[in-house]
């Protein structure tokens, strides 16, 4: 279930890096760029956008599912800091209590501070939805001459490599250990939260890091022997060069990005506004 790279012939994966690389970019600005609630709008446009580039690249739709359950924990943090904390919010939906923080009411939950939390963590989703493509379209050997074609160190762009390469091997090894110490009756999925956080990874993360340890050594080992370093010029494997469908991919991409930027300073906030009306109302109606 990991996020690595598939061998697949489809569009997105005979696309030029630059041009993933260009998605890649595109969201990063949108999600610097949009600082205000209205602009959920325009980022779930882009979320669609990219769903459908994950259709054309061959992602399946059920590893969404994943992205939200890995990334869970980071939303949830989000809504119910926001929820609670910001200062924008005028309609309660629950209370814990009444604590005055700075003149604000930081124990009612309000629906301005969930809708700003759910701003915030399409901004998250825009970037990693954006990120995954890259990675899993795009091979290793591609994305070295991609780096070397942009002129970019070549030690630092062999440690990103290792990086990405070694990765999802990380996460198997975690896996794979957990399940070792689950045929022995040590099953940390069945350990609450206190005893899971003072006991339970230590008979797990001791083989991991002597396991990353291995493998890095051995990792020395091999690029030494094959003369990292001898070269401050290495040949590449690929040669990558655009095509017409690339310059159309690329075009597209600087579209939707306008389009987003445009919406999101036009029509936006009136639909937003008109949006949040209505389930104020709602919510009105629920609490009384």
Request: charged share 15%.
């Amino acid at each position: 279930m990991s996020f690595k790279y598939v061998e697949k012939d489809t569009l997105m994966h005979r696309s030029h890096p630059l041009v993933k690389l260009a998605l890649l970019i595109a969201t990063l600005l949108l999600a610097l760029m949009f600082t205000y609630d209205y602009s959920v709008i325009p980022l779930v446009m882009m979320i669609c956008f990219e769903l459908i580039l994950w259709k054309i690249g061959g992602i399946e739709y059920w590893r969404v599912a994943l992205v939200i359950k890995v990334l869970l924990g980071i939303f949830l943090f989000f809504i119910i800091i926001q929820g609670f904390l910001y200062r924008g919010g005028v309609t309660p939906i629950f209370a814990i209590g009444h604590f005055k923080l700075w003149g604000k009411d930081i124990g009612v939950f309000t629906l301005e501070g969930l809708m700003y939390g759910l701003f915030i963590s399409a901004k998250i989703l825009i970037v990693v939805l954006a990120a995954i493509i890259f990675v899993m379209t795009t091979s290793i050997t591609k994305m070295s001459a991609l780096m070397y074609g942009l002129k970019l160190p070549y030690s630092f762009s062999f440690t990103l490599l290792a990086g990405l390469r070694f990765a999802p091997l990380i996460f198997k090894s975690f896996s794979d250990i957990k399940d070792a110490q689950k045929l022995r009756a040590f099953d940390i999925d069945r350990m609450n939260i206190v005893v899971r956080a003072f006991k339970a990874y230590v008979p797990i993360l001791t083989p991991l890091i002597l396991n990353l340890l291995r493998r890095g050594m051995e990792l020395q080992i091999s690029i030494e022997a094959r003369g990292y370093g001898a070269t401050k010029n290495p040949t590449q494997l690929e040669e990558l060069s655009f095509c017409p469908r690339d310059y159309l991919m690329l075009l597209l991409i600087i579209l939707a990005f306008l389009l987003a930027v445009y919406i999101n300073y036009t029509v936006a906030p009136g639909l937003y506004e008109g949006f949040l009306n209505y389930l104020r109302s709602v919510v009105m109606g629920f609490t009384g």
